[in-house]
Structures are given as structure tokens and as C-alpha cells.
């Protein structure tokens, strides 16, 4: 069974910069693409970015040139950088996973949720 655990999240002013890590174990962590989805409240969750393990990723519009992902298959581990945040980047931010054959966008498709990191950018 795969298990997800972020950590990074916190309290930053506007412009400033955020790590969040996504730790993964139960399953071989080759096998996923890892994603990174948001949610603010009242707000539906919505895609930030996806890594893939051969590497390739796609991000939402949003963050494109802000946020960066990566990935050390040999540490199961995805990280998200978030550079020059903005208030309306506040969310919790969730990582997911789901079988490389799978990969998408849409939350629907992952079934593996790790239990979200709070991120909160003041102005």
C-alpha cells in the first residue's frame, strides 16, 4: 500500500520561498508519477505539478516559472519548490500518486494521497 507524508509547509510573506517534500513508501516509487495538487478553502483542488519517473514534467499555468519539481528515485522522494508566492497561492498542498500509465491532471486519477501541508502566504 503506498503512503505519502509532505512536510515543508509553513508561514511566508509575498515573494518569498517555500521547500514542501513529498516522502513515498509501500510500493516501488519507480512505478509513479508523482503530483502535486492544491486546495484553498471553498475551492475545488486544483493541479500545481506532476514528475514522472523518467523525469518529464507539466505544470499548471499558474507556476509556470515560480515552482519547480523534482524527484531522487533512489530516495523516494518529490520535492516542490515555490518561489515568488503569492497570497493566492495560500492552500493546503497535497502530493498523490498513481501508476506512470496513469498519469494526469485531474485529481480523480490518483488514489494515493498523503494527509496535505498547510501553505500560507501573507501580503
Known amino acids: 500500500q503506498v503512503r505519502l507524508v509532505e512536510s515543508g509547509g509553513g508561514l511566508v510573506q509575498a515573494g518569498g520561498s517555500l521547500r514542501l517534500s513529498c516522502a513515498f513508501s509501500?510500493?516501488?516509487?519507480?512505478?509513479?508519477?508523482i503530483a502535486w495538487f492544491r486546495q484553498a478553502p471553498a475551492q475545488e483542488r486544483e493541479f500545481v505539478m506532476y514528475?514522472?519517473?523518467?523525469?518529464?514534467?507539466a505544470s499548471a499555468d499558474s507556476v509556470k516559472g515560480r515552482f519547480t519539481i523534482s524527484r531522487d528515485n533512489a530516495k523516494n522522494t518529490v520535492w516542490l519548490q515555490l518561489n515568488s508566492l503569492k497570497p493566492e497561492d495560500t492552500a493546503i498542498y497535497y502530493c498523490?500518486?498513481?501508476?506512470?500509465?496513469?498519469?494526469?491532471?485531474?485529481?480523480?486519477?490518483?488514489?494515493?494521497w498523503g494527509q496535505g501541508t498547510q501553505v500560507t502566504v501573507s501580503s
Open positions: 514528475i514522472m519517473s523518467g523525469l518529464s514534467t
Open positions: 509501500g510500493r516501488a516509487f519507480t512505478a509513479y508519477t
Open positions: 498523490a500518486a498513481a501508476p506512470s500509465a496513469f498519469t494526469s491532471n485531474r485529481p480523480a486519477t490518483y488514489e494515493n
